[in-house]
Every structure is written in C-alpha cells, then in structure tokens.
C-alpha cells in the first residue's frame, strides 16, 4: 500500500477528532520511507490539536523523514499558522509528503487557500473513521462529517480509511464494527476502502490491513 500511495506523491489524511488520523499519519510516513523514497510529514493540525507529530520529530528525523511544522523550537508551543516552508512539498517532484490534516471541517479549512493547486495535482484525501467515536458511529454521521471536511477544504476525499479502536482497550468486535460501518460508508459515497488501521500485535496479515505501531502517547504515559 506505501508504495502505491508514493505513487501519488501528495497524501492528505484527514478524519474526526480521535478517529487516529495522527497516529495513521505518522506509520505512512514512516512505510513509505521505508521503500527508499524521500519522504516528508507535514503537521498541518494547527486547530485544537491534541496528538502532534512534530512531537515525534527525533524518531521521524532518524528515519529520514522531513518534518514540517509550526513552533519549531517548542514542541508544546501551538501556533495557528502554516508552516513556510510547506510550499516546498507542492513544488518538489521528488519528494514524497503525507499531510496530517486537521480533523474537523474547521481544522480543514487550512487546505481551501491551496485547494485551486492541490486539484491540478497528484494527489490522495484520505478520510480515517473510527466506528467508536460517537459523531462518527454511524454511517450516515461519518458521511456527513466527511462532506464538512470536504466543503470547507475544497478538495474531494477519494478514499476511506478504517481505524476502529478504542486504544489500548481495542479487541476483536471493535475491528468487525469498523469493517462493517467502513463498508456501509462505501456503499453511501462511492469511496474505495484503502485499508483497515490495526495495532502489529493484532494483524492477521490479510491484505487489506495496515498494521501499526502506536508511537502517539497520551501525555501521561
């Protein structure tokens, strides 16, 4: 999947507040460096975030990935403002660049300056769901939801992604709700399924999944 998905050289991952868009952001990176390709994280989360993958500058640095961000100095510090230098990642052919996006139609609003260029370009709008998330637990709310995002980002999604947990509680029922009300939300938009999220403990090694690592601790642990 990481590399099919270098293929398209910009990646937007967007999602509801505590779908795991953060934490499915950080592992893609970090696949799609794995495949040798140049890769970099932009951490446009800038509205109320919560997880910050800048918070995990050092380890995404050794794995030689670029990271974008605001308040670079000061990983507690969140500034509301773009990072400059996310222009680059528009204009670099070679690089790959998956953008952790804000996870409400308001944190989305952030891509509507670039969405005229973002539309002339190759590029996947990944929507994470989370089944057990309460605004999102039906597939009539995660499609609405869906459509906020994209009307106040002004860039289409093309394809959903599963992540059903409930963190470090997450069983077996919590994947076969996700699998079904993905498949309920592909029915209602048309969206393709590029994968269902699974912590690495819990894989089975189908194809349809991508296993995880969580690096996105909570600040108490």
């Not at 992604?161 to 076969?176: A, S, W």
Request: hydrophobic share 40%; aromatic share 6%.
């Amino acid at each position: 999947m990481a590399r099919i998905l270098a293929e398209k050289r910009r990646i937007f991952v967007t999602g509801h507040y505590g779908s795991g868009k953060t934490e499915f952001a950080v592992n893609l990176a970090l696949a799609i460096a794995g495949t040798g390709c140049r890769t970099a994280l932009a951490d446009l989360d800038i509205v109320n975030p919560y997880f910050r993958s800048r918070e995990r500058r050092e380890m995404l640095e050794q794995r030689n990935i670029r990271l974008i961000a605001t308040s670079q100095a000061c990983t507690d510090a969140d500034v509301p403002a773009l990072p400059a230098d996310l222009f680059t990642t528009f204009q670099d052919p070679d690089l790959v660049s998956v953008y952790d996006v804000g996870g409400d139609p308001a944190g989305a609003r952030v891509l509507a300056r670039f969405a005229p260029q973002i539309n002339t370009l190759d590029h996947e709008m990944l929507c994470v769901v989370n089944a057990n998330r309460p605004q999102t637990a039906t597939a009539q709310a995660a499609t609405a939801y869906l459509r906020g995002i994209e009307a106040a980002s002004g860039v289409a999604v093309t394809a959903l992604v599963d992540n059903t947990h409930l963190c470090r509680e997450t069983g077996e029922r919590d994947l076969e709700k996700g699998r079904e009300l993905i498949r309920q939300v592909s029915e209602m938009t048309g969206l393709p399924i590029l994968c269902h999220v699974v912590e690495r403990k819990m894989a089975d090694g189908s194809a349809d999944q991508f296993p995880i690592e969580i690096y996105m601790k909570k600040p108490w642990e």
